[in-house]
């Protein structure tokens, strides 16, 4: 979906089509063909596409037009009964996406996948073919236009299991598939509201057992946090092992690593929902993580949000700690840094590790200021990846991945040139160092230098690129001149 001025008025975004529905009170084809995808999708707004439109119908336009704003119409009668509508023009349909998961909601993306021509030759009263394309919720998006550039996106599962007779077990799972950080933890009652503080998720899941007790109805209203129950059986022992194995892609769970029951349970439960809601993509997730338990300083919530380390009261980061301090020039770096601010370190031996990164670029001045200059050219690399891997990349994207790569290159090549690099950032190189140059030169002398946001607007191949390509353009844009050589060269075979 792009974004780009719209055609017509934010007053008018109804679209103006005739009623599809009958006032003798039977049900159409078409309407009926909305109420079952509605019905398989009963917790999402549902963007129903109609020409250059995704419209919402009934409890779902009402929901809608307060959210933004929009106009409230009516579209024909359902069983009688007038049906509230409202529509978005498909230009602009990042823009309310964006505003409608900010206030929580989920959203399902209802695309025809079938030529009205088709549909047409079907004869009678036969309606365009349409299906889900995707599920978007506050925890599962990845374009660029919907994500902050300096904050994760998190989606974080929650599963308990039993540690005694008086006693819960809580595992915690966090997914970013905007960059494909995978993460668990295990934590008691007592430590639970500072995990979750700490993490900061978008939007959290957990079994519908669990969302349906008073305990938690009040803490997840306190989180103001968008929250998605999931059946119990997406967290339940073999089945959480066979999902987590299968999408990893090995045999056993030995080639995960270790991790307790809770801590398995929480991962299998973040990867059903993610499943969920990707439908057929699969989203370029890291192997899950632990961070070991008293690794970082447990900050309970209240204090945390007094102290305002990441987010004001208000919930901005500008004026926070982080939003204070915060130079780094790239993307990553700024989600870094608030990940280190959230969770302060408690090893003395990872503290030193880190201040001695830190103390050698402080005297190490012209390596910082070149590297600074270096990560200035870097795009947010991660994410680009992340689009391109779920099918939702464009153009942009593969230049950023380029970008990315010539810049971890460079970063490479200034930091080998220092002897007794501290541990941090001899790592840091290694890991720069294995960056494809090829590749990155292979997307350079492919790509133009001016592309456009969607693949299906075309151009963003080079001229000259490819001979084939170059030969088809030439046909369309100079069709005449073409037509009138043929001619003068038949006229001469004549």
């Not at 929580?104 to 009205?116: F, K, Y």
């Not at 997406?234 to 987590?244: M, T, Y």
């Not at 945390?304 to 020039?329: M, Q, W």
Request: glycine share 8%.
């Amino acid at each position: 979906m792009t974004s780009r001025p719209a055609a017509r008025p934010a007053d008018a975004l109804a679209s103006p089509r005739p009623s599809t529905s009958e006032e003798n009170g039977r049900v159409t084809p078409m309407m009926a063909q909305y109420r079952q995808i509605k019905d398989a999708n009963p917790d999402c707004l549902l963007f129903y596409r109609m020409g250059d439109f995704y419209e919402l119908f009934f409890e779902d336009a009402e929901i809608a037009s307060k959210a933004l704003g929009i106009v409230l119409t009516k579209r024909g009668k359902h069983l009688g009964e007038d049906i509230p509508m409202c529509g978005v023009p498909i230009e602009r349909a990042d823009d309310y996406l964006q505003r409608l998961i900010g206030l929580g909601h989920r959203v399902a993306v209802c695309e025809q996948i079938e030529d009205p021509a088709e549909a047409r030759k079907r004869g009678g009263k036969s309606v365009v073919g349409r299906a889900i394309v995707r599920l978007v919720t506050p925890g599962t998006i990845t374009e660029e236009r919907l994500l902050e550039p300096g904050r994760a996106n998190v989606l974080l599962a929650i599963v308990r299991v039993r540690a005694s007779d008086e006693e819960w077990s809580y595992g915690l799972a966090s997914v970013d598939i905007s960059t494909g950080a995978f993460n668990v933890g295990e934590t008691r009652d007592e430590g639970l509201g500072a995990e979750i503080a700490r993490i900061e998720p978008r939007e959290i899941v957990l079994p519908e057992t669990m969302q349906a007790e008073p305990r938690w109805r009040t803490l997840l209203a306190e989180l103001g946090v968008a929250v998605t129950p999931v059946a119990q059986n997406a967290a339940d022992g073999i089945s959480a092992q066979r999902r987590l194995a299968d999408h990893f892609g090995v045999g056993t769970l030995d080639g995960l690593g270790s991790f307790s029951r809770a801590e398995l349970a929480a991962a299998a439960a973040a990867l059903a929902y993610v499943e969920r809601t990707q439908l057929a993509a699969r989203p370029n997730l890291a192997r899950p993580t632990r961070a070991l338990r008293g690794s970082t300083v447990e900050i309970d919530a209240a204090t945390r949000a007094n102290l305002e380390l990441t987010r004001t009261a208000s919930g901005e980061r500008a004026g926070s700690l982080a939003g204070t301090i915060d130079l780094a020039v790239t993307p990553a770096g700024s989600r870094l840094l608030g990940e280190r601010l959230a969770g302060p370190l408690t090893d003395p031996a990872a503290i030193d590790a880190r201040l001695d990164a830190v103390g050698f670029l402080l005297t190490e001045t012209g390596l910082r200021a070149e590297l600074r200059r270096g990560l200035k050219s870097a795009p947010d690399m991660v994410r680009a990846l992340s689009r391109l891997a779920l099918q939702r990349g464009g153009p942009r994207d593969l230049a950023s991945l380029g970008q990315g790569l010539a810049a971890a290159a460079a970063v490479a090549a200034l930091l080998g040139r220092h002897d007794g690099l501290p541990a941090e950032l001899a790592a840091a190189a290694q890991a720069a160092a294995g960056a494809e140059p090829s590749l990155a030169l292979r997307l350079s002398e492919a790509l133009a230098d001016d592309l456009p946001l969607n693949r299906r607007d075309g151009g963003f191949v080079r001229p000259g690129h490819e001979p084939a390509l170059d030969e088809a353009r030439a046909l369309r844009d100079e069709s005449r001149k073409v037509i009138a050589s043929l001619q003068a060269r038949y006229a001469d075979l004549a």
